[in-house]
């Protein structure tokens, strides 16, 4: 099976202060879509930020960043001053060109203490 | 409402009862995929519908489990004989099918309790 491995399942930051959550995935193909998608008790997951694997310059969204290894199948995400509202489960996720279904890694639920 | 919304946002049920849960998509998303997320877990794939048909049932995890969209548009997982290891929460999300990238947006999720 094509996995998505997450090998923390908790991390936490002080409030202000920079994060990296870690994510390493398996896949055969050398098409294929990365994400990282935030869930907060509410439930409803949010993409926070994608990376296109053709693409070697790292993904950035206003405070998050990725580092993308491809070689390493290495897919991080960095969170830059974090806030009191970042405080969620955060799950990695693989999708392929023409394959409609997301593979999800297990999650890190991060807390971000004032 | 602009997001994809899902019905009932809670369900228990007794084992071997049977529960419908809908999802409605954002409108004008042809692409519609159901989830179920255990306790603990990472969203795992159930099925996808391109407009009316399901293009990928392959995580459906017996023949329990079925779902339809007739009209392209609302979809309803159907649980038969249901068992309490069908307990978790049920996520739906759809997509505006572009050439490529698929960037699904989820709803709420149904957290089913099969007691």
């Known amino acids: 099976a094509q996995t998505v491995t997450q090998s923390q399942p908790e991390m936490s930051v002080q409030e202000a202060e920079t994060v990296t959550l870690s994510c390493t995935y398996d896949?055969?193909?050398?098409?294929?879509?990365l994400f990282w998608y935030k869930q907060p008790p509410s439930r409803q997951m949010i993409l926070v930020i994608r990376?296109?694997?053709?693409?070697?310059q790292n993904a950035t969204e206003n405070r998050f960043s990725v580092n993308f290894q491809k070689a390493a199948k290495s897919f991080s995400l960095k969170i830059s001053d974090s806030q009191l509202g970042d405080a969620a489960m955060y799950f990695c996720?693989?999708?392929?060109?023409?394959?409609?279904?997301?593979?999800f890694g297990k999650g890190t639920k991060l807390t971000v203490n004032p | 409402g602009a997001g994809v919304s899902q019905t009932p946002s809670n369900k228990v049920t007794e084992k071997g009862k049977y529960v419908e849960l809908r999802c409605d998509p954002i409108s004008g998303h042809t692409a519609l995929y159901w989830y179920r997320q255990s306790l603990g877990q990472g969203p795992e794939f159930l099925i996808y519908?391109?407009?009316?048909?399901?293009?990928?049932d392959s995580g459906l995890p017996n023949d329990r489990f079925f779902a339809v969209r007739p009209e392209g548009s609302v979809s309803t997982l159907k649980i038969q004989r249901t068992e309490r290891g069908d307990s978790a929460v049920y996520l739906c999300?759809?997509?505006?099918?572009?050439?490529?990238?698929?960037?699904?947006?989820f709803g709420p999720g149904t957290r089913l309790t099969v007691l």
């Open positions: 896949t055969s193909e050398s098409d294929y879509y």
């Open positions: 996720a693989r999708g392929q060109g023409g394959s409609e279904k997301l593979v």
């Open positions: 519908f391109q407009g009316t048909g399901a293009a990928d």
């Open positions: 999300a759809s997509s505006r099918r572009t050439s490529d990238f698929n960037e699904q947006f």
């Open positions: 990376q296109e694997a053709y693409k070697q």
